[in-house]
């Protein structure tokens, strides 16, 4: 039986038990560490990581850091997957 959730992850843009926004130079160069070895990288991405903590509103200098990864993201070609189309993925 396939299970996504032993993809694990690489990288992710937020660490919810120090409380600590990650950058996007740390996730990208997680990521092609990952990629060079692995070649396959896993960033997990919430929304909330870029909102004000207590204000509902984006915060400017995060969003950015998201732009970031998501421009590497395109610029290195890969594939990109949301937990959707995990659901059903084959790990072999």
């Not at 396959?40 to 991405?45: A, K, P």
């Not at 909330?48 to 070609?77: A, C, H, M, R």
Request: with cysteine; charged share 30%.
């Amino acid at each position: 039986e396939d299970n996504f959730a032993r993809i694990g992850q690489t990288s992710k843009t937020f660490e919810f038990g120090d409380n600590l926004f990650i950058s996007s130079e740390t996730v990208i160069k997680e990521c092609e560490e990952s990629l060079d070895k692995e070649g396959l990288c896993i960033i997990t991405i919430h929304p909330q990581d870029y909102k004000e903590t207590y204000f509902n509103e984006i915060n400017p200098q995060k969003f950015d850091e998201f732009l970031e990864i998501l421009d590497w993201v395109k610029s290195s070609g890969a594939d990109t997957k949301t937990f959707k189309d995990l659901v059903s993925c084959s790990l072999t």
